[in-house]
């Protein structure tokens, strides 16, 4: 008596085999991520205890670095959200942070980017204004606050409160999302553009960056202080400004958004203090943050 033979459905072999070889390369990403979380552990022990274990400005160049390599046929964002996911959880595993973020009842708020950009796991906490977040975090409440750019006339100014701090603590150090997506290829609903992060930390220079400078003067037109900063080398990208008080011997504060970086110890910062000399009553630089990825194929 004969023997039967079974058939062998070619394509259900080749989708096995495939799926093996998913399966063992799942397993060497998990085996590479337990060996990354191994050096985190050592790279906490020397550094020991700190405020702070964010490093905004090296993020930013790890992620520019993998964007720029070839992608391949993986899907747009799909690398900036992973490796976001992966900063924020070991980020935890080196000391404890809490988000302040402005989510007012009504109108756009950044709820959705913060978690986006400080993942699944960091602790979130809703403030109705973005001052009420600074002062969460000039309280001790929040280690970082996530609040909307600068406007002219905002009612909601937060940048005052940083300006006003003779002694330059909190600073912005960072903007969110660090990858400008198209509209629909994100997870962010009724939000708003972009926002930034504000905290005890002064950013790092990352080699495409964006910065500020709050000034308070007298007697010091719009044109002219334009004028001077041009002279001094800033490239102004945005310039507000607010009244201290009414009449025309009233002082005027400034807030700039230069490109480029402006460090603490800037030596252009020296420059405005000479041509503006006894007019200046007070400049302090307010951090800034590394520029965001655009969308596209890079």
């Known amino acids: 008596m004969a023997l039967k033979t079974v058939a062998v459905n070619p394509d259900k072999q080749a989708l096995a085999d495939l799926r093996a070889q998913i399966d063992r390369i ?52 799909l690398i900036v959200r992973l490796w976001r996911e992966m900063i ?60 909307p750019p600068p406007t002219q006339d905002d009612k909601d100014a937060w940048w005052p409160l940083l300006a006003a701090d003779k002694t330059n603590v909190l600073t912005v150090f960072a903007c969110l999302p660090f990858e400008m997506l198209k509209p ?52 102004v990208k945005q310039m507000l400004t607010q009244s201290m008080g009414r009449g025309g011997s009233a002082p005027t504060a400034y807030l700039l958004e230069t490109e480029g970086y402006v460090g603490r110890n800037d030596t252009r910062l020296a420059r405005i203090r000479a041509m503006l000399g006894s007019r200046l009553q007070h400049m302090v630089p307010l951090g800034g943050y590394a520029v965001p990825l655009k969308s596209g194929r890079r």
């Open 184 to 235: 629909g290829r994100t997870n962010a609903r009724n939000v708003l553009p972009m926002g930034l992060v504000v905290g005890r930390l002064y950013p790092e220079l990352t080699g495409d960056d964006h910065s500020y400078i709050a000034l308070q003067c007298v007697h010091v037109p719009e044109a002219e202080m334009r004028r001077l900063l041009g002279k001094a080398g800033y490239k």
């Open 26 to 77: 799942d397993g060497a990403l998990h085996d590479l991520l337990r060996d990354r979380v191994e050096i985190i552990d050592e790279v906490r022990k020397l550094k020991g205890k700190q405020h702070i274990y964010i490093r905004p400005g090296r993020e930013a160049q790890m992620l520019r670095v993998l964007t720029g390599r070839p992608q391949g046929k993986l899907p747009e964002g």
């Open 88 to 147: 924020s959880g070991f980020t935890l595993m080196e000391g404890a942070i809490k988000v302040a973020v402005y989510s007012p009842e009504k109108g756009p708020n950044l709820w959705d980017h913060a978690r986006d950009f400080y993942g699944s796991f960091t602790p979130l906490v809703e403030t109705p204004s973005a001052v009420a977040a600074i002062k969460a975090v000039q309280a001790g409440k929040a280690t970082v606050a996530v609040v």
